[in-house]
């Protein structure tokens, strides 16, 4: 077992689900301090750790998206790659920390740089107030190896809720539940066809002529593609389940929602998925994720919570206008939260020794962007003078239980990290 995958298990031992990190945060503290380096934490939780004059910063986020048993994390290897048993795996970003601890391991002079809650809106980056010696910064937050990323997606969280009372219903009760779909990344798997619940469960709704709702909870995270959805309806025709809907008739009989229609009619109405592409880069231009419905923790209503995202800030404010417009006509009370800017790709010096160093290991490398956000975009407005670049090995399906890194990329990005650490090309 190689030395980063010894380290990537030991830190998957440690939970550090987003805002629920503060062990893994002790643990990387004392790493530092422990192997010679001087360590700044700030308020929001980042941590600085240096060595010497430093030339280059290493980046990695060091919360994870906690989906199934997760943080409870039991690895084990398949064909090359490296699982989670189900839960998330935490690849993404635990690799990068774990190649950072082998460098510092080694003593190497650099900056080490673990940014927090990462991925719930990149809080700990938006938050970064550090000085920094560097004129260079690697992230090790992209998930193809070869492969060199210039620029990113903006984001935002578009959150909508309604107050409403409840009344009685009449007709049977059922459970009607879409369960164990793949789910996956809500911005780099968007393009990929992965089903959602939330739209299985709507659609079903929809057909079925149900216009009461009593209550749901659909969707794990905001910046994952809905797995489950679970919603009680009345309904005066029987219900019967079909292809990935289960339907239980129950024995109760709660009340609804006086304004049922307006919400199943707008999550009817809601398209999923990619908006508009970007034909020269060849991904999505702009998407929207419907994340989460819940009505657990508003009192008297329900909140939806909806992932956006553009290659441009101009797209990002287009299409947040438009949602919001749409949830307000629909009778939602709208607010914005998390937004973060979008990385304009360019190519400079630092990208061109990224690119050399990536063709060098693997014989070829691609200049790219990437539709998911990623901390340059936030960063490169802090630090105007520093140049940044974004690498990382193969890995599929983050932000599901179905992620996995494949462990022989992992040692062969590595191997290109070394090279931009000695200053080679």
């Not at 903006?154 to 009372?165: H, L, P, Q, T, V």
């Not at 508003?298 to 939806?304: A, K």
Request: aromatic letters at 6%; charged letters at 25%.
């Amino acid at each position: 077992m190689s030395k980063i995958i010894e380290h990537f298990k030991t830190l998957a031992k440690i939970p550090h689900c987003s805002q629920d990190a503060d062990a893994l945060q002790l643990y990387l503290n004392n790493f530092a301090t422990d192997h010679g380096y001087t360590v700044q934490i700030d308020d929001a939780g980042n941590i600085l750790a240096s060595k010497g004059p430093s030339k280059i910063c290493l980046q990695s986020h060091y919360d994870m998206v906690c989906m199934g048993r997760a943080p409870q994390i039991e690895t084990e290897e398949r064909d090359g790659w490296l699982h989670a048993v189900d839960a998330s795996l935490g690849a993404d970003n635990g690799i990068g920390i774990a190649m950072m601890m082998v460098l510092m391991e080694r003593g190497v002079e650099a900056e080490f740089l673990f940014t927090a809650d990462e991925e719930i809106g990149l809080i700990g980056a938006n938050a970064l107030n550090f000085e920094l010696q560097s004129s260079r910064m690697l992230n090790l937050d992209s998930e193809d190896e070869a492969e060199v990323y210039i620029g990113c997606a903006g984001g935002a969280d578009i959150i909508g809720e309604i107050f409403d009372e409840q009344i009685p219903g009449h007709g049977t009760c059922y459970e009607v539940a879409v369960r164990g779909l793949p789910g996956g990344h809500s911005g780099v798997d968007i393009d990929k066809n992965i089903p959602s619940a939330i739209t299985l469960l709507s659609e079903y709704l929809h057909e079925e002529g149900v216009e009461q709702l009593s209550t749901i909870i659909a969707g794990e995270r905001r910046n994952a593609i809905p797995s489950n959805a679970v919603a009680i309806v009345r309904s005066d025709t029987p219900l019967t389940g079909r292809g990935e809907v289960t339907v239980r008739r129950l024995a109760e009989f709660p009340d609804v929602y006086r304004e049922s229609q307006a919400i199943l009619d707008y999550l009817h109405r809601f398209k999923q998925g990619v908006r508009s592409m970007n034909t020269q880069l060849g991904i999505p231009q702009t998407s929207l994720n419907l994340a989460m419905v819940n009505d657990a923790y508003t009192p008297r209503g329900l909140t939806i919570e909806i992932s956006a995202r553009a290659m441009s800030m101009e797209d990002l404010e287009m299409v947040i206008a438009e949602t919001a417009a749409e949830m307000d006509m629909s009778g939602f009370k709208v607010r914005v939260d998390d937004k973060y800017p979008a990385w304009k790709p360019e190519e400079n010096a630092f990208t061109r020794d990224v690119a050399a160093a990536m063709e060098a290991e693997f014989g070829s490398a691609k200049t790219m962007a990437i539709h998911a956000g990623l901390e340059c975009g936030v960063l490169s407005q802090k630090y105007s003078q520093v140049q940044f670049a974004s690498i990382g090995p193969t890995i599929r399906y983050p932000h599901s239980t179905r992620e996995c890194v494949d462990l022989a990329s992992v040692e062969r990005t590595f191997r290109v990290v070394e090279r931009l650490v000695r200053g080679e090309r």
